[in-house]
């Protein structure tokens, strides 16, 4: 009799031939509702024609899920590097892993690519998809590895940085097991195979992969850019080509068509036409200048979270940008962000910092990527009592962060940006209450800018790399962001690993008006930093105690936040936050004075009002106050100064409201204003 092995999908058991697959096993289980790329087995993905362990939960992974289009896209990877390699005799691959909506691959060639290239590349793809190749994994020994990549430069830097343990689990390499009694790791490599059985291509992969190339149903490739290897300035220059691949040709055009209108509200493009922002050269990567528009609307940003950071208890402290090195060494950044952090700096003042890292000239003083530890040294200010708690320190305090040039995207990825940043510190019985308010306060931002409900809200969870710390305070800590999410009533998803090295995290989403998703808001729960800084407060017993200390940004980061702004209102702010509220146009030199006496009646009430006395037409007027975005445009003439009324136009509408008394509008604009209304972005 033959072995056999029981398998399970939630409360269906079936037995099956030992070796069955895992696409055997679902069809068995009556467990397969779609278009399946791959499995789950007991939790982990699964190729659907790998052999299933006994006693295994089996699940299906589909197409249309986030991690079944993660799959399918790392498989138009390697048919993207397999068409790349044959279009490219001699081109070397590095890494080609998904990414949210696409997937990359890296490749050192003679020159960097093309559109025609791109083209071309594409059309092999089609040709190779329809081929049918098969996906298959095979575990290979480290010596056969090496051999198998002698020529392949950066998979042999893998391989080693996996003997040197830097690399434990990444997309592109799996050490899945021991290779007998040498005690090496086991690579495993996946294959595309054609039908007669000869191998075209292969590369190091953890997987899975959808079975064959014509399981992938549509893929586009975007675009080319240099990257540097492993992100960092000192290795070779490769160049990278961005796709994107979906579960049918009609997401496809979908996602296609989203692209094109992102391209149109792109913040850098709206920055420029509508004067908002500028971003030199002379600046460096990550870096802004806010014009006169741009910093009205970031104004009313900051002064919305001050407001309501004031009428929630908080407590406003403005901090330095540097601090000496000693203060990094404490926190521990310069352990476990040295890497985002600016080089040392000489104040040439005869003090020197006593930290180990300071060896060397130049190195005293840095700029602060993070404003917390200086929110610490606020709240020790003094001796501070139980009766005292919570204290809730905020500030928008701007923070440095050396991001490399590959990843800074304008103001969406900066390397100087300001954070609407505050700290709580309080007692243990009042942390799953505070994180609770902030995920609220959130919300409340999230309404008032025009975003609605999170669309997302993920928990993330201890890194690999983190503070020292006891297990029992990270899975405290965990379990109270946990209460204070569940309290909200919010669905929520667990990131695992994706903490900060001080204490996990919430993150929260939220999507734009054509669909995108942003993460903006960050809260996190520390009880790292009060034991590095020794914070403490004293309790009703008179002993110290050790609060807790909850980070949380709302906005995340004005810049980023701005940022979603402009490309979720494609430049049409609502009222309230518009850098210019209502233009006034005269039809005629002769009612200047009428116009004038107009902007007078509105700036008397606050509202930010321009009159234009320009040359030009009165239709080409009407047009510059359409093309700029602004919210009202008054046009007034004889009729109107004589009966001491206005024609509006409001920005999006081609209707005109005639004959409208000045005061009426004057009233009906202040109080949209007041009501801070969102409209629908757009």
Not at 273 to 291: A, K
Not at 335 to 347: H, I, Q, R, S, V
Not at 376 to 397: D, H
Not at 497 to 507: L, M, R, V
Request: aromatic content about 8%; charged content about 25%.
């Amino acid at each position: 009799m033959s072995a056999t092995i029981t398998v399970r999908h939630g409360e269906t058991q079936v037995d099956l031939d030992a070796g069955a697959t895992a696409i055997q096993a679902l069809k068995a289980l009556d467990a397969i509702r779609g278009q399946i790329v791959a499995a789950l087995v007991d939790g982990a993905e699964w190729d659907l024609d790998r052999p299933v362990p006994d006693g295994a939960e089996v699940a299906g992974l589909y197409a249309d899920t986030d991690q079944g289009r993660a799959v399918l896209r790392h498989s138009t990877a390697h048919l993207m590097a397999q068409a790349v390699t044959d279009l490219f005799p001699g081109a070397k691959w590095a890494i080609g892993p998904p990414i949210e909506d696409g997937f990359y691959y890296d490749f050192e060639v003679a020159r960097p690519f093309t559109p025609e290239d791109l083209d071309a590349i594409e059309a092999r793809m089609h040709e190779l998809a329809k081929q049918r190749q098969a996906y298959v994994r095979e575990e290979v020994a480290r010596e056969d590895a090496l051999a198998e990549f002698a020529e392949q430069p950066y998979k042999l830097e893998i391989i080693s940085l996996v003997d040197e343990g830097k690399i434990v689990s990444a997309v592109d390499v799996a050490a899945d097991g021991e290779d007998g009694a040498a005690g090496a790791p086991t690579f495993t490599v996946y294959r595309n195979v054609r039908p007669d059985g000869e191998v075209a291509w292969s590369d190091l992969c953890r997987g899975p992969h959808v079975p064959s190339t014509e399981r992938i149903p549509a893929f586009k490739l975007l675009r080319s850019a240099g990257a540097y290897w492993r992100g960092r300035e000192d290795q070779p220059m490769l160049q990278r080509i961005y796709g994107t691949a979906w579960e049918s040709k009609k997401a496809l055009t979908s996602h296609l068509e989203m692209l094109a209108e992102a391209r149109k509200r792109d913040h850098r493009k709206l920055g420029r036409e509508l004067e908002l922002t500028h971003h030199p050269d002379e600046l460096g990567p990550g870096l802004s200048i806010f014009l006169p528009n741009g910093a009205i609307v970031r104004q009313q940003m900051e002064d919305w979270i001050r407001a309501e950071t004031l009428k929630r208890g908080y407590q406003p402290v403005y901090t330095p940008h540097i601090a000496k090195e000693d203060l990094w060494q404490i926190s521990g950044h310069l352990e476990n962000y040295a890497e985002l952090m600016y080089p040392g700096m000489d104040l040439d003042d005869g003090e020197r910092s006593s930290s180990e890292h300071a060896n060397r000239r130049g190195a005293a003083y840095r700029l602060k990527p993070m404003n917390c530890p200086f929110h610490i040294l606020a709240f020790t200010s003094r001796t501070r009592s139980y009766r005292e708690m919570p204290i809730r320190i905020s500030e928008l305090g701007t923070v440095y962060r050396y991001e490399r040039s590959g990843v800074v995207n304008g103001m969406l990825r900066a390397r100087g940006f300001t954070q609407d940043d505050s700290h709580i510190f309080c007692r243990d019985d009042q942390v799953v209450d505070e994180v609770y308010d902030c995920v609220q306060f959130a919300r409340d931002l999230y309404e008032a800018f025009g975003l609605g409900e999170p669309s997302r809200v993920a928990i993330s969870t201890r890194p690999e790399k983190s503070l020292p710390g006891n297990d029992e305070g990270w899975d405290a800590a965990e379990q109270a962001l946990i209460q204070a999410v569940e309290r909200t009533g919010l669905p929520y998803e667990t990131d695992p690993g994706e903490g900060a090295f001080y204490g996990p995290k919430i993150d929260i989403h939220a999507r734009d008006a054509i669909g995108r998703e942003w993460q903006l808001t960050t809260v996190q729960i520390d009880f790292n930093l009060p034991e590095r800084f020794d914070v403490s407060y004293i309790g009703q017993d008179g002993a110290k105690h050790r609060p807790y200390m909850v980070h949380r940004a709302l906005f995340g980061s004005i810049e980023r936040f701005f940022s979603v702004m402009v490309e979720s209102f494609n430049g049409a702010f609502p009222t309230w936050l518009a850098p210019q509220q209502v233009r006034v146009v005269p039809v005629a030199a002769e009612f200047d004075g009428y116009a004038t006496s107009v902007a007078d009646a509105l700036r008397a009430r606050e509202v930010r009002v321009e009159v234009d006395v320009s040359d030009g037409t009165l239709g080409a007027k009407v047009r510059d106050a359409q093309t700029s975005k602004v919210p009202f445009t008054l046009v007034v003439g004889g009729s109107e100064a004589e009966s001491g009324t206005v024609s509006i136009r409001r920005y999006g509408t081609d209707k005109q409201r005639k004959d409208v008394p000045l005061d009426d509008f004057v009233t009906e604009v202040v109080a949209e204003i007041a009501e801070r209304r969102a409209n629908a972005p757009g």
